[in-house]
């Protein structure tokens, strides 16, 4: 079965160092996104990607952050200069554009950011 | 935007219980999910159920769109039942999530 996979699974950071954060959505699917969960609390929407743009970002989604599809496969968040309270787990989602259960997100396993 | 309550927030079982957990939602939805976040972190896909009823093995969820609330029934629980249960939904595309119900099943 298809599934959504995020490298790496742990990130270990400085503050103010930049890390970029790694996906792969199902292939078929168009539709990207980026959550995070800071942790003991809820999960986050962080920003929303279609056709090559950003659809739809989250007051979380500063200019430190930004995301990228860079070739056919893989999809990117990046963080500029990392602060303390980005430490958190991200979770990237797709989407398909068709079918009977369309509108589902398919979670990948997460990468858990740890900024020092 | 649309808020999600989940209830009850923790819940404590023996090994063998039945247990019904509930979301209530603000507005209409296009997307209902409901997720286990493991003791790993990872959020496990469960239903995908905007409306009606589906059953997986020993979970089943209800969903009354018109009402705004969702079910989830675990029965015969098992202590890998353990951990965090999301509900989650959407009605612009991007997921809204509750704060979850912390289920600990002991043995």
């Known amino acids: 079965e298809p599934e959504v996979t995020q490298t790496p699974s742990h990130q270990v950071t400085q503050m103010g160092q930049e890390v970029i954060l790694r996906c792969v959505p199902i292939s078929n699917h168009l539709y990207f996104y980026w959550y995070r969960q800071i942790l003991g609390q809820k999960v986050e929407f962080l920003v929303s990607?279609?056709?090559?743009?950003?659809?739809?970002k989250s007051e979380i989604f500063d200019d430190q952050f930004s995301v990228e599809r860079p070739d056919g496969s893989n999809f990117t968040l990046k963080i500029r200069s990392t602060k303390l309270e980005d430490s958190a787990m991200y979770f990237c989602a797709s989407r398909g554009l068709a079918g009977r259960s369309y509108n589902e997100q398919f979670f990948g396993p997460g990468t858990r950011l740890t900024v020092l | 935007g649309i808020q999600v309550e989940q209830s009850p927030p923790d819940l404590i079982l023996q090994e063998g219980a039945n247990s019904t957990l509930r979301c209530n939602f603000s507005d209409s939805v296009n997307n209902l999910q409901w997720f286990h976040q493991n003791p790993w972190g990872q959020l496990i896909n469960l239903f995908y159920?905007?409306?009606g009823t589906k059953q997986n093995g020993r979970l089943s969820a209800t969903t009354v769109a018109t009402e705004r609330y969702s079910l989830l029934y675990i029965s015969s629980s098992q202590t890998t039942d353990s951990g965090v249960y999301f509900c989650a939904v959407d009605a612009d595309s991007t997921l809204t999530f509750g704060k979850g119900t912390m289920l600990l099943v002991s043995p």
């Open positions: 990607f279609y056709n090559n743009e950003i659809s739809e």
């Open positions: 159920i905007p409306s």
